[in-house]
């Protein structure tokens, strides 16, 4: 009953996931979900499996772990808090192993929660099973040495034993309903990028040739014309029409973001390219580029015009963010083949809605904006075999990272 106690919840949190994934909850879905591990810890209390005058026994501490290594620091201080009290209010000097042990692990788990989210499977299985263990092995220490527990050794092991295989699957489970709604979210924004890649391909072509021809025959006309009025009006018309072109390429860019002519580019030049390019925009939106390229060359296999076009896309919107001036900071990182571009704005940020809504189709937050360039901008990341992070807060910035396998000179 104590084990159901603690898998029940989790398939409410199921039902939250996916909740949060449609943005049916938004910003209340993060305390909804750090509310069930704290229901299970309470519920485990409630129903204990072995109780006498000063001692129980239950399995609190497997909601307790899991909601503290992947809720942060503070999700498992509130646990601590609230399970304590709790546990004090039932009397019995069972609540002193109780104390000494789970403030170990609050600790513990504050230390190593925020990396613990970026581990594979494999090292978050052994972490949260080495945070029962500690547990496990703090309690039954101070239990039998300096309380009488009236609970024998092999049972505290037998406990022991079973929590720890509850932990292992819990997170198992946990793990696998996170994968399943990210992989859902994937498919849906593929099939949604899948149907306008279709359509750009099948349209742009037979669009874009009659308007090279239109901007052909008005740059004729343009020559033979004496009226400053009229050459005004042909210059403007000749303007849209390029301007025009430039949304189709962007969309057949889109439809084919792979690299066309494969060749070997340095990295580490490019952006620093990309730096002097996007200067004048900088300088005219009153924003300051703090540059922090210090690394050697690094080279990757890709074409250099559409990963120009990626990074001058990213600092262009993030000095468009930013309307009453700032600071662009434009960092690269790297870790033996992996190389971190980093663009940071201080302008106004995003929600986490948007967050979840940026490289979709005609999706922007700017007044005037389209979204193709983040659309085309997120294929190109994608054909070059690199992946994007994002990170912002309303009123904050917004930081986006670019990770890439490059490889050095030969």
């Known amino acids: 009953m104590n084990l159901l106690l603690v898998f029940a919840p989790l398939g409410i949190m199921q039902i939250l996931y996916l909740l949060k994934y449609t943005n049916f909850l938004k910003k209340s879905s993060g305390w909804l979900l750090a509310l069930f591990p704290l229901l299970s810890v309470l519920l485990c209390m409630m129903y204990p499996i072995v109780i006498n005058d000063n001692f129980i026994l239950d399995f609190r501490r497997i909601p307790f772990i899991l909601g503290a290594l992947y809720g942060g620091k503070w999700v498992g201080l509130i646990y601590l808090v609230v399970m304590l009290s709790y546990r004090f209010s039932l009397g019995g000097t069972g609540f002193y192993p109780t104390l000494f042990s789970f403030s170990l692990v609050t600790i513990a788990t504050s230390l190593i929660s925020g990396h613990f989210l ?26 039998l040495t300096f309380f009488n ?64 021809v239109s901007r052909g025959f008005l ?39 792979y690299p066309e002519s494969v060749e070997r580019i340095d990295v580490i030049s490019e952006v620093n390219h990309s730096i002097s390019v996007i200067q004048p925009l900088a300088s005219m939106m009153n924003v300051s580029i703090n540059a922090k390229i210090d690394l050697p060359s690094a080279y990757m296999h890709s074409e250099k015009r559409k990963f120009q076009q990626c990074l001058l896309n990213f600092s262009k919107n993030a000095i468009e963010a930013m309307p009453n001036g700032g600071t662009l900071t434009i960092e690269t990182t790297r870790q033996h083949n992996e190389l971190k ?34 659309m085309v901008s997120h294929s190109i990341v994608k054909g070059m075999g690199g992946e994007l992070l994002y990170k912002s807060e309303p009123g904050m910035g917004t930081t986006v990272h670019l990770v890439f396998q490059v490889e050095d000179v030969d």
Not at 189 to 211: F, M, T, W
Not at 360 to 369: L, Y
């Open 149 to 212: 527990s009236q609970i024998e050794l092999s049972m505290w092991i037998l406990f022991s034993c079973i929590s720890v295989i509850g932990v292992v699957l819990a997170t198992l489970i946990y793990e696998v309903f996170i994968n399943q709604f990210k992989l859902l979210h994937s498919v849906m924004e593929g099939q949604k990028l899948k149907v306008v890649s279709h359509l750009a391909a099948s349209i742009s072509h037979e669009v874009r040739n009659p308007l090279t």
């Open 118 to 143: 970026n581990l594979d499977l494999k090292k978050k299985l052994l972490v949260a099973a080495a945070m029962d263990g500690l547990v496990g092995m703090v309690s039954t220490f101070i239990s």
């Open 341 to 374: 571009i980093s663009i940071q704005d201080t302008g106004i940020g995003m929600t986490e809605e948007q967050l979840c809504r940026i490289g979709e189709p005609f999706f922007t937050t700017k007044e005037k904006g389209t979204g193709l360039g983040m």
């Open 219 to 257: 740059q004729l006309i343009d020559g033979d014309l004496e009226d400053k009025e009229k050459k005004e009006y042909m210059k403007l018309a000749i303007t849209e029409l390029d301007r025009a072109t430039e949304i189709i390429n962007d969309y057949l860019t889109f439809a084919k973001p």
